[in-house]
């Protein structure tokens, strides 16, 4: 029932469902493709999504400025992401293994594209990813921490989810350089020795719960640590904290490709790194 539900998310940030004027064509064009998209079998969660070509250069270009790395080095970042034949070949056979129908065999990686690239570039000794859900997240983010290791910077990936079962696409030597942690995101993350420097919020909180999360777990980021929400495009808890904890914000908007144009998007927290 949650794929089901999730698989709306798209359509409430799509301009089909926010009264925006449309000619007949294109409105008829649309409810086309929403269709071929609503009875897809194989493509249930709002995440996993092909995000637009020039979509895809705008988060490069925005990563790109926030670690201080130049443009083409993010770029690289993905297609060394879309070229992982190993990491492809472990998602179709953990799927057909599993039986699990809440993505597709070739999985559609959208704005994680954006989290491993932040993984390869930041080079984090720890990140945490709270809901895990299927684990699609926690296998690239550990194939980026498992080339981060082979150029010198080792860093372990600590996934928290309070559903028993979950992450089940995280198996083989994913499992080297990561853990997902079964229970409460309170009471777990305090047990994580390392200040935390790339989070991952990759769960739909209620508002009041996410802004209430943020504060209390503030002192186990370290410096230069990078906050990333799925959330952010309907929730300002982020957003909320930034500020007062002085840090930066943005929001980046996914244009995804194929039947649902427009995307969900990445809330992101950060403090201005110089090269």
Request: aromatic share 10%; with cysteine.
């Amino acid at each position: 029932m949650n794929g089901l539900l999730e698989r709306f998310k798209p359509v409430v940030s799509s301009p089909m469902t926010r009264g925006t004027n449309h000619t007949g064509a294109g409105l008829l064009g649309k409810v086309s493709n929403l269709t071929r998209w609503l009875f897809n079998p194989n493509e249930t969660y709002d995440l996993s999504q092909r995000l637009a070509s020039t979509n895809t250069r705008y988060l490069a270009s925005l990563i790109a400025d926030i670690t201080a790395m130049e443009f083409n080095q993010i770029m690289k970042h993905f297609n060394e992401l879309g070229n992982d034949l190993d990491l492809k070949s472990h998602i179709a056979d953990r799927v057909t293994r599993q039986l699990d129908f809440s993505i597709d065999w070739e999985a559609r990686l959208g704005q994680r594209m954006g989290w491993y690239a932040f993984a390869r570039a930041l080079k984090p000794e720890t990140v945490v990813e709270i809901r895990t859900g299927n684990g699609l997240g926690a296998c690239l983010v550990t194939a980026a921490l498992k080339r981060n290791a082979a150029e010198g910077f080792p860093g372990c990936y600590h996934g928290v989810d309070s559903v028993p079962g979950a992450g089940h696409l995280f198996s083989g030597t994913y499992t080297d350089y990561g853990e997902i942690l079964h229970g409460s995101s309170a009471t777990l993350i305090p047990t994580i020795s390392n200040p935390i420097d790339l989070l991952i919020i990759n769960s739909d909180f209620p508002h009041e719960q996410e802004e209430a999360m943020y504060t209390p777990v503030a002192n186990r980021f370290s410096e230069n640590a990078v906050l990333l929400s799925h959330h952010s495009p309907y929730s300002d808890a982020l957003f909320n904290f930034s500020l007062q904890a002085g840090r930066r914000f943005i929001l980046f908007s996914e244009k995804t490709e194929g039947p649902v144009s427009h995307g969900v998007g990445i809330g992101i927290s950060y403090r201005k790194k110089t090269a």
